[in-house]
């Protein structure tokens, strides 16, 4: 149950962030979002000590970056992490 209410927490912080142009529906324990440039979110990300997956080089997976969700603690520090890089 905390992996559903983390995942629609994240769901919904993530909306607000300009670098993020989709969040596609999940029932798993990541989400997939389409960014404004994988590559260099990815980089940004993996600089603050947060591993997430680029997955840009699959099919049909342009600019995606795949977030696997967290603890409530890891979740909050990729939120500010996400507030400190939207530029």
Do not use: H, W
Request: include cysteine; glycine fraction near 4%; proline fraction near 2%.
């Amino acid at each position: 149950i905390e992996l559903i209410s983390e995942r629609k927490m994240l769901e919904q912080e993530l909306k607000q962030f300009d670098f993020v142009t989709k969040i596609y529906p999940s029932d798993a324990n990541f989400l997939l979002i389409i960014v404004d440039d994988a590559n260099k979110r990815y980089n940004q990300f993996l600089k603050a000590g947060i591993v997430i997956r680029d997955r840009s080089s699959l099919k049909g997976c342009k600019n995606t970056l795949r977030i696997t969700i967290g603890t409530p603690e890891e979740n909050i520090n990729f939120i500010n992490v996400c507030k400190s890089i939207d530029l």
